[in-house]
T-cell receptor, first 114, second 115 residues
Framework: DGGITQSPKYLFRKEGQNVTLSCEQN?????MYWYRQDPGQGLRLIYY???????QKGDIAEGYSVSREKKESFPLTVTSAQKNPTAFYLC?????????????FGPGTRLTVL | AQTVTQSQPEMSVQEAETVTLSCTYD???????LFWYKQPPSRQMILVIR??????QNATENRFSVNFQKAAKSFSLKISDSQLGDAAMYFC????????????FGKGTRLSVIA
């Protein structure tokens, strides 16, 4: 199967614990993104990475961290410093061809902090 | 910074009828992309349609078409012959052509389709 994989679909953690969300792609896309979705808020950018070993903060990076050691993988760690981590998290990649590009999204992970 | 506004939090349409979802954006740039994404109850984000700002012709994908008014910074989505499967959240998004900037999303419009 080709595409973007996010696992698990549902994740429960206790308050104060760090948790890492997985995002893997086999599309050979260079750029990868993490978004957070809350009801009535649309999608907000957490971090993005244009190439391996490089990433930039998005609009709401506080309390999150990422790594990009491989092209295929862009894991997101939600740290205990994130005050309100319960949300739906979406990973995306970007395909560029012929001067245009499109973002494709994974199926998402619903994180609930108890 | 660019912003995207979707002024209709919820819309409804009768099956087989036509509905238009509104989107406006704010930018000082002349070249950019605009997108409509659909998010059904499964929460999978699906690209519906894309418009390049330098193209005057409105994009069309089967029953989906846009009305792109560059001077007014308006980018509405028209869904013709609405089907029950069209029920979803619809997000308008903007992307600058400068650098490798990410998408900027509106807050979405929830579309219900009435049988």
């Amino acid at each position: 199967d080709g595409g973007i994989t996010q696992s698990p679909k549902y994740l429960f953690r206790k308050e104060g614990q760090n948790v890492t969300l997985s995002c893997e792609q086999n599309l050979n896309h260079d750029a990868m993104y993490w978004y957070r979705q809350d009801p009535g808020q649309g999608l907000r950018l957490i971090y993005y990475s244009q190439i391996v070993n490089d990433f930039q903060k998005g609009d709401i990076a506080e309390g999150y961290s990422v790594s990009r050691e491989k092209k295929e993988s862009f894991p997101l760690t939600v740290t205990s410093a994130q005050k309100n981590p319960t949300a739906f998290y979406l990973c995306a990649t970007k395909w560029t061809s012929g001067g245009t590009d499109t973002q494709y999204f994974g199926p998402g992970t619903r994180l609930t902090v108890l | 910074a660019q912003t995207v506004t979707q002024s209709q939090p919820e819309m409804s349409v009768q099956e087989a009828e036509t509905v238009t979802l509104s989107c406006t954006y704010d930018t000082s740039e002349s070249d950019y992309y605009l997108f409509w994404y659909k998010q059904p109850p499964s929460r999978q984000m699906i690209l519906v349609i894309r418009q390049e700002a330098y193209k005057q012709q409105n994009a069309t994908e089967n029953r989906f078409s846009v009305n792109f008014q560059k001077a007014a910074k308006s980018f509405s989505l028209k869904i013709s012959d609405s089907q029950l499967g069209d029920a979803a959240m619809y997000f308008c998004a903007y992307r600058s052509l400068s650098g490798n900037t990410p998408l900027v999303f509106g807050k979405g419009t929830r579309l219900s389709v009435i049988a």
